[in-house]
């Protein structure tokens, strides 16, 4: 039985030091690293060892009786969101380690968010009993508290207590009349808490301290007695990409997890209309990795011989893409030697972009510049150390700006003709507000016969190829639904340019029309403060354009949870350290885009000038007596060739 399982953890939680002990336990690797000693087995990049955390998602293999065991450890900071959760797309199962001394944190509280995503049946791990101050009572409450109820403590599985009996009997009417009628059977009750916990319904709680290999044995008897799959050899392959890393000659791996079929050397695999042939297959374990001439369902491996593939594709019977939830909510310029050619590192950091498609890097025509991506300054000091390592080349990074995006606040018709000499392409759309993270969203009403369907889908395409700008400041539109109404083709002199250009100045045109607005990320924040500090702490929310609800408060401690721009709070942990002399803490998650607090200073500090974009126009160009002739955007309606329809 293969299974795939995935460490996560808020940083400093143990993540690394849990996973060493699992490898050692299971005659995986000879002997224990730790992070502080920059030993560890699965940290063993030079930047992991001497930062001391955990940047890139790495694999180890192992083996418990008649199971194999693909080890995933993912990063803790927040900076590095993205990675792990395109490492969570592939996970059987999630252990999640918290520490008992500092409890549910911030990022816990992202990777469990995921994880409901993704609907990964997840265990608990409280580490770090060894510690002054851990107090698993309270963690465990905490959870409760903060993640899910349905948590339950695990001393032994061989020989279950009584509340954990009626803890399951609870979920289940056969079961809880066995209880009550005083015929329970533990075997009995073992299966049904192994498919609870396979349905989420049960999330199991273990603990010890993985320094002094406390409750590390007893948890993986219990893992491998508690969790199964059932990947089907016998069916056509199918898997996802979840990683792309290049080797020191170049050469692009992609990483992948099969979830059904087999997969062998030179078989071809296809994505979409791409097709690529597989000429080797590896297995890796920490930086290492064995040559393989088949692999089979559930197995996580790498494969060389593709090129088209990027991270979230499925490929083979899947036909899907991943959408990735955690995204960067900073920019920031690079800034490198004028004496370096351009175009070179440009492509640097698309290779780089390739490994991590967050990173969107962007080459700025107008300005000369490259931009990037990023979730935070760390990134980008690790950013700068790869790219010196890899490429022998110093950059360095501007200021990081607030990512904004722009949406609608009404519903708007756009129409858009492109009619230069012996081309022909109309397009109308109807531009809706929907709701904030739904992103754009595509609806076709336009009949064939107004419209075949080839010409409809290559609309829909030019919609989803790139990102649109916006008219406030240029940044990207999101939240919105774009309905195909209706549209025109010549038969003989339209291309399919004609209709890129005609979808384009459809959508400006009806930007031009739409009570457009601005947004800007938001954090969610908890902040833990002693009660002296509380009336300072919000009266800073207010200040920082936040909102917060009613304070908790426990002894002489106060906790304010709410929610305030990125661009307010992303330095507000330096000031709040501060003025508590250290003993104050928040906690900072995405929490989506919002209203922007401040956006007359946004909009004249990006100075955007809409008529000079030169990927966009919102006029549209007609033909007459054989001479084109544009036509500004407020008055393109009088030219349109096809038919206004009114809804």
Same mark, same amino acid.
């Given at each position: 039985?293969?299974?795939?399982?995935?460490?996560?953890?808020?940083?400093?939680?143990?993540?690394?030091?849990?996973?060493?002990?699992?490898?050692?336990?299971?005659?995986?690797?000879?002997?224990?690293?730790?992070?502080?000693?920059?030993?560890?087995?699965?940290?063993?990049?030079?930047?992991?060892?001497?930062?001391?955390?955990?940047?890139?998602?790495?694999?180890?293999?192992?083996?418990?009786?008649?199971?194999?065991?693909?080890?995933?450890?993912?990063?803790?900071?927040?900076?590095?969101?993205?990675?792990?959760?395109?490492?969570?797309?592939?996970?059987?199962?999630?252990?999640?380690?918290?520490?008992?001394?500092?409890?549910?944190?911030?990022?816990?509280?992202?990777?469990?968010?995921?994880?409901?995503?993704?609907?990964?049946?997840?265990?608990?791990?409280?580490?770090?009993?060894?510690?002054?101050?851990?107090?698993?009572?309270?963690?465990?409450?905490?959870?409760?508290?903060?993640?899910?109820?349905?948590?339950?403590?695990?001393?032994?599985?061989?020989?279950?207590?009584?509340?954990?009996?009626?803890?399951?009997?609870?979920?289940?009417?056969?079961?809880?009349?066995?209880?009550?009628?005083?015929?329970?059977?533990?075997?009995?009750?073992?299966?049904?808490?192994?498919?609870?916990?396979?349905?989420?319904?049960?999330?199991?709680?273990?603990?010890?301290?993985?320094?002094?290999?406390?409750?590390?044995?007893?948890?993986?008897?219990?893992?491998?007695?508690?969790?199964?799959?059932?990947?089907?050899?016998?069916?056509?392959?199918?898997?996802?990409?979840?990683?792309?890393?290049?080797?020191?000659?170049?050469?692009?791996?992609?990483?992948?997890?099969?979830?059904?079929?087999?997969?062998?050397?030179?078989?071809?695999?296809?994505?979409?209309?791409?097709?690529?042939?597989?000429?080797?297959?590896?297995?890796?374990?920490?930086?290492?990795?064995?040559?393989?001439?088949?692999?089979?369902?559930?197995?996580?491996?790498?494969?060389?011989?593709?090129?088209?593939?990027?991270?979230?594709?499925?490929?083979?019977?899947?036909?899907?893409? &991943? %959408?990735?939830?955690?995204?960067?909510? +900073? !920019?920031?310029?690079? @800034?490198?030697?004028? *004496?370096?050619? /351009?175009? =070179?590192?440009?492509?640097?950091?698309?290779?780089?972009?390739?490994?991590?498609?967050?990173?969107?890097?962007?080459?700025?025509?107008?300005?000369?510049?490259?931009?990037?991506?990023?979730?935070?300054?760390?990134?980008?000091?690790?950013?700068?150390?790869?790219?010196?390592?890899?490429?022998?080349?110093?950059?360095?990074?501007?200021?990081?700006?607030?990512?904004?995006?722009?949406?609608?606040?009404?519903?708007?018709?756009?129409?858009?003709?492109?009619?230069? &000499? %012996?081309?022909?392409?109309?397009?109308? +759309? !109807?531009?809706?507000? @929907?709701?904030?993270? *739904?992103?754009? /969203?595509? =609806?076709?009403?336009?009949?064939?016969?107004?419209?075949?369907?080839?010409?409809?889908?290559?609309?829909?395409?030019?919609?989803?190829?790139?990102?649109?700008?916006?008219?406030?400041?240029?940044?990207?539109?999101?939240?919105?639904?774009?309905?195909?109404?209706?549209?025109?083709?010549?038969?003989?002199?339209?291309?399919?340019?004609?209709?890129?250009?005609?979808?384009?100045?459809?959508?400006?045109?009806?930007?031009?029309?739409?009570?457009?607005?601005?947004?800007?990320?938001?954090?969610?924040?908890?902040?833990?403060?002693?009660?002296?500090?509380?009336?300072?702490?919000?009266?800073?929310?207010?200040?920082?354009?936040?909102?917060?609800?009613?304070?908790?408060?426990?002894?002489?401690?106060?906790?304010?949870?709410?929610?305030?721009?990125?661009?307010?709070?992303?330095?507000?942990?330096?000031?709040?350290?501060?003025?508590?002399?250290?003993?104050?803490?928040?906690?900072?998650?995405?929490?989506?885009?919002?209203?922007?607090?401040?956006?007359?200073?946004?909009?004249?500090?990006?100075?955007?000038?809409?008529?000079?974009?030169?990927?966009?126009?919102?006029?549209?160009?007609?033909?007459?007596?054989?001479?084109?002739?544009?036509?500004?955007?407020?008055?393109?309606?009088?030219?349109?060739?096809?038919?206004?329809?009114?809804?």
């Amino acid at each position: 039985m293969k299974k795939t399982i995935g460490v996560l953890a808020h940083v400093d939680a143990g993540k690394t030091t849990f996973s060493e002990q699992i490898l050692y336990h299971t005659n995986a690797i000879r002997s224990r690293g730790r992070v502080d000693h920059k030993n560890s087995f699965l940290d063993s990049h030079d930047i992991e060892k001497e930062r001391g955390i955990t940047v890139f998602s790495d694999q180890g293999v192992f083996e418990i009786g008649k199971s194999k065991y693909y080890l995933i450890d993912t990063p803790g900071h927040i900076d590095f969101s993205c990675e792990m959760e395109r490492a969570i797309g592939i996970m059987d199962y999630a252990i999640i380690v918290i520490s008992a001394v500092e409890g549910v944190q911030s990022h816990t509280e992202t990777v469990w968010r995921l994880l409901r995503k993704y609907n990964v049946p997840t265990f608990f791990f409280i580490n770090k009993l060894d510690r002054i101050g851990a107090d698993l009572d309270n963690v465990i409450n905490e959870i409760k508290a903060n993640l899910t109820k349905n948590i339950c403590y695990i001393d032994s599985i061989t020989e279950i207590k009584e509340d954990l009996i009626e803890f399951i009997a609870e979920r289940d009417e056969d079961l809880l009349e066995k209880y009550f009628n005083g015929e329970y059977n533990n075997e009995l009750w073992v299966n049904k808490l192994r498919s609870l916990i396979k349905e989420e319904s049960i999330f199991p709680c273990f603990a010890g301290s993985a320094l002094q290999d406390e409750g590390i044995s007893e948890f993986l008897s219990s893992l491998e007695e508690l969790t199964f799959t059932n990947y089907n050899e016998n069916e056509e392959f199918s898997g996802i990409v979840y990683k792309i890393r290049h080797d020191d000659n170049g050469t692009r791996i992609t990483f992948i997890k099969a979830l059904s079929g087999i997969l062998k050397v030179r078989d071809e695999i296809n994505n979409g209309n791409l097709r690529g042939k597989i000429s080797s297959i590896r297995v890796y374990n920490g930086n290492k990795f064995s040559t393989v001439d088949k692999v089979v369902a559930g197995d996580v491996f790498a494969v060389t011989g593709l090129t088209s593939l990027n991270v979230g594709d499925g490929v083979g019977a899947l036909n899907k893409r &991943l %959408k990735f939830n955690m995204i960067p909510t +900073l !920019m920031s310029r690079v @800034i490198f030697d004028k *004496s370096c050619n /351009v175009k =070179e590192v440009l492509g640097y950091f698309k290779r780089l972009e390739a490994e991590d498609p967050a990173l969107n890097v962007i080459w700025n025509e107008i300005l000369q510049e490259i931009h990037v991506h990023i979730m935070g300054k760390i990134q980008l000091e690790v950013l700068k150390e790869v790219i010196l390592e890899r490429f022998n080349l110093n950059v360095d990074f501007g200021p990081c700006e607030i990512i904004y995006k722009e949406t609608i606040n009404n519903t708007v018709k756009g129409y858009g003709h492109f009619e230069p &000499l %012996k081309h022909y392409a109309e397009v109308h +759309l !109807m531009l809706e507000s @929907i709701a904030r993270g *739904s992103g754009i /969203v595509f =609806e076709n009403k336009c009949h064939a016969d107004n419209l075949t369907t080839g010409h409809q889908n290559l609309i829909r395409t030019h919609l989803f190829e790139k990102k649109h700008n916006g008219i406030l400041t240029g940044s990207e539109i999101t939240d919105i639904k774009v309905t195909l109404l209706t549209g025109r083709a010549h038969n003989k002199h339209t291309e399919g340019g004609d209709f890129r250009e005609a979808t384009f100045r459809a959508l400006r045109q009806g930007l031009e029309k739409a009570d457009n607005i601005l947004l800007e990320p938001f954090y969610k924040f908890s902040i833990d403060v002693e009660l002296d500090y509380m009336g300072r702490v919000l009266s800073d929310i207010q200040r920082l354009y936040g909102t917060f609800n009613p304070p908790e408060t426990r002894l002489n401690k106060v906790k304010i949870k709410g929610r305030g721009p990125v661009a307010t709070f992303m330095n507000y942990s330096m000031e709040l350290i501060a003025f508590t002399k250290g003993r104050g803490n928040i906690n900072l998650i995405f929490d989506g885009y919002d209203l922007c607090h401040n956006t007359e200073e946004v909009i004249e500090k990006r100075a955007y000038n809409k008529n000079a974009d030169i990927e966009y126009s919102s006029n549209s160009v007609f033909c007459s007596k054989g001479q084109g002739f544009i036509v500004p955007w407020d008055e393109v309606e009088k030219y349109m060739h096809c038919e206004i329809i009114e809804e």
